[in-house]
C-alpha cells in the first residue's frame, strides 16, 4: 500500500497543498504546526528531522462566525509553488487539503501523476477532501465532486474523510457497523488505496467516537471517548496532516492511525476558547507537542473483549473471526519482576545448559527443526534445565506441549494469538510473553494484560527480516511511556554496544540471539551484558534518589 521503506527516517520532507486559514487554527497553518511538532523532536538518542512545504491554493477570509471569502489561487500560482519545491525539496508524502474549483483538482492530479511516473521514490498521497469549513460555509464550488472522483481519487493512497464527506463520495449515509464497512468498500472502488473515515460525526456507539481504517486487506478499528468541547476547527487538517508527518517519518499505516488519533484527543483536551459565545464553533484544536499520555490514546477493538461486547463490535475479516473464535482472555501469570534483565534467546538444548549454567536467569528456547517426539523430548528437557537452574524458562510456540509438561512461560507471536487457546493457558497458570510491533500492537495487546511485552525489532537483526517492523530507540521510549504496568522486553539487533541505549528508555529487559552465540567468548558476553544492565539499575535508582530529595 504504502511507498516507503517504514524504517524510521533521520530526514524526511513533507508537502501540503491545503488553503490558508487566516484564524490560523485549520488549512496551511493547522498543518505546518502539526508537521512541524510531530517531525522534530528532541529524544533519547537522536533529533529526527522532518522538512515541511507548502503550496497554497486558496486564501480563506474566515472566523469563528463562518467564511467571508474565498480567494482561490491561479493555477500559475500553485503551479510556481510546486516547481519550486520540486527542484530541491521532493516529497515523500504529499498532504492535499482544500482545492477551490475544477481547475485545481485537474491540475493537481496532472502534477501528482507526473510526480508518481518520474520521481525516485514515488509520494504517497494523503487527501483530506474537504469542502466545508468548520465555521460554515462551502469552500469549493458545487460541481467538483465529478472531477475529484474522476482525476484525483484514483491517485490518492489515503484518504481521511469525515461522515459527511463519506455520504457525498459514496451515497452512504453511516450510522451502523456494517454502514462503514460498506462505505469504505464503496471509496476503496474510486481507485483509493486505503481510506480512514473518522468518526467525530457518526454516532454508531454512545459516548464512543469510533474511527475505522482499512486498505481493502487489513482492516483497524479504534474506539476513543467523546470529548465534550466545542473547541474543535481545524480536526481534520490536523489529524491527516498528522498522518502524513508520521508516514514520511516511516511509521506504519496502522501506527500513524493510532498516534494522530491521540494526537486529536490530546488537542480537543488541551484546546481553549477564543471565539466569541454566539460563534458556530468557539476555538480551534490545539496542534501540540508528541502525544506521551496514554490516557489520549484511543483503545484498539479487539474481538471478544469487554469493550467490543459493549458497544456490539464484531470482527469481520476472516483472521479476526478466527480470533475471536478462540475466545478473548487476559490477566496472565505474573513474572514476579517489573524487569527480566538479560534475556538470551536460543535454539538448542545445548546453548541453553551452556548459558543458564553462566547464572542466567530468563531464557527463550526457540525449537525450529525438530518434530514429532524429537521436538517433545527437547521441550521436556528445557522445561527440566530451567527447573533445575530456576530459571524463568520460556517456550516459544509451543504452547501445547508447554502446558503439557508444565512450562514456567509461553512465548507466542502476533499471528499466534490468534490460534492459542489463551484460556487453557491461563488455566494451567503458565506466564505468557508476547511479541508486538508498534502502537498499535502495543494498544492491543496490552488489553490481554500478558506476563510480559516483547517490543521488536529494536535494530535489524540476523535471524529474521524485520523489514517495516524496526522500531529504533526513540519509538521504545514512547511505547515504553505508554506502558507504565506490564514488564517489557526489548529485542532485535541489540549488541554490547546498542544496549546502554535501549536501556536508557527504562525497557528493563534486553533479548539477545547472536550477540552472545556468535561472540568469540558467549560466557564473557553474558557478563557483560549483565554489566551493562547492572550499571543501567544504579544510574535509575540515582535518579529516583535524586528526585525524591528534589521533592522534599
Known amino acids: 500500500m504504502s511507498q516507503l521503506t517504514q524504517y524510521k527516517n533521520d530526514k524526511a520532507t513533507v508537502w501540503t497543498i491545503a488553503g490558508s486559514d487566516c484564524t490560523g487554527g485549520a ?92 520521481w525516485v521514490i514515488k509520494p504517497f498521497i494523503v487527501y483530506d477532501p474537504v469542502a466545508v469549513a468548520s465555521s460554515g460555509g462551502n469552500l469549493t464550488e458545487d460541481d467538483i465532486l465529478p472531477t475529484i472522483k474522476e482525476k484525483l481519487l484514483p491517485l490518492v493512497d489515503l ?26 468498500e464503496k471509496i476503496l472502488a474510486l481507485g483509493v488505496g486505503a481510506t480512514i473515515i473518522k468518526g ?18 487489513q482492516e483497524y478499528w479504534l474506539s476513543s471517548d467523546r470529548i465534550n468541547t466545542q473547541n474543535s476547527h481545524g480536526t481534520g487538517c490536523t489529524f491527516a496532516s498528522a498522518l502524513a508527518a508520521l508516514l514520511a517519518l516511516g511509521y506504519a499505516l496502522k501506527d500513524a492511525f493510532v498516534i494522530a488519533k491521540a494526537y486529536i484527543n490530546q488537542g480537543l483536551k488541551i484546546s481553549k476558547q477564543l471565539g466569541d459565545n454566539r460563534a458556530l464553533f468557539k476555538g480551534a484544536v490545539c496542534q501540540g507537542a508528541w502525544p506521551n499520555d496514554i490516557n489520549d490514546y484511543p483503545e484498539v477493538l479487539v474481538a471478544g473483549s469487554k469493550l467490543a ?29 517489573d524487569k527480566l534483565g538479560l534475556y538470551p534467546v536460543v535454539d538448542s538444548i545445548a546453548w541453553l545448559e551452556r548459558l543458564l549454567k553462566t547464572g542466567v536467569s530468563t531464557i527463550q528456547y526457540r525449537e525450529k527443526k525438530l518434530t514429532g517426539d524429537e521436538l517433545e523430548l527437547a521441550i521436556q528437557q528445557a ?144 557478563q557483560e551484558f549483565q554489566q551493562i544492565l547492572q550499571q543501567q539499575h544504579l544510574f535509575q535508582q540515582q535518579q529516583l534518589l535524586q528526585q525524591r530529595i528534589s521533592r522534599n
Open 309 to 337: 461486547e459493549s458497544i456490539g463490535w464484531t470482527a469481520s475479516k476472516e483472521d479476526q473471526k478466527q480470533e475471536q473464535h478462540q475466545g478473548f482472555c487476559s490477566d496472565f501469570a505474573s513474572v514476579e519482576t
Open 383 to 526: 522445561i527440566a534445565l530451567g527447573k533445575q537452574y530456576k530459571a524463568k524458562l520460556f517456550i516459544n510456540d509451543y504452547w501445547q506441549l508447554a502446558i503439557k509438561h508444565k512450562a514456567y512461560g509461553i512465548h507466542l507471536g502476533q499471528e499466534d494469538i490468534q490460534t492459542a487457546d489463551l484460556s487453557a493457558i491461563k488455566k494451567a497458570g503458565v506466564r505468557l510473553g508476547i511479541s508486538t510491533h508498534g502502537h498499535y500492537e502495543l494498544l492491543k495487546i496490552k488489553q490481554y494484560k500478558p506476563s510480559y511485552l516483547a517490543v521488536g525489532a529494536i535494530f535489524p537483526t540476523k535471524t529474521k527480516d524485520m523489514t517495516g517492523q524496526i522500531q529504533g530507540v526513540d519509538t521504545l521510549a514512547h511505547l515504553v511511556k505508554l506502558n507504565p504496568t506490564i514488564p517489557m522486553v526489548a529485542i532485535g539487533g541489540i549488541t554490547l554496544e546498542k544496549a546502554p541505549s535501549v536501556l536508557a528508555t527504562n525497557a528493563g529487559s534486553i533479548a539477545v540471539v547472536t550477540a552472545i552465540t556468535e561472540a568469540d567468548d558467549p560466557e564473557c558476553a553474558v
Open 27 to 118: 488549512g496551511i497553518q493547522a498543518d505546518t504546526k502539526t508537521m512541524h511538532n510531530l517531525g522534530l523532536f528532541v529524544s533519547t538518542s537522536s533529533v529526527i528531522g522532518l522538512e515541511v512545504c507548502s503550496v497554497i491554493t486558496a486564501v480563506t477570509a474566515q472566523n469563528s462566525f463562518g467564511v467571508e471569502q474565498i480567494n482561490a489561487m491561479s493555477q500559475d500560482v500553485i503551479l510556481s509553488q510546486i516547481n519550486a519545491l520540486e527542484q530541491e525539496k521532493p516529497a515523500s508524502v504529499i498532504k492535499i487539503g482544500l482545492l477551490a474549483n475544477k481547475q485545481q483538482v485537474e491540475l493537481i492530479a496532472q502534477q501528482i501523476t507526473r510526480f508518481k511516473n518520474n
Open 159 to 184: 484518504l481521511t474523510p469525515n461522515g459527511k464527506e463519506v455520504q457525498k463520495l459514496t451515497g452512504v449515509f453511516a450510522f451502523s457497523w456494517d454502514c462503514l464497512t460498506t462505505a469504505a
Open 200 to 217: 467525530g460525526h457518526i454516532e454508531i456507539a454512545e459516548n464512543k467516537s469510533i474511527d475505522f481504517c482499512t486498505d481493502g486487506k
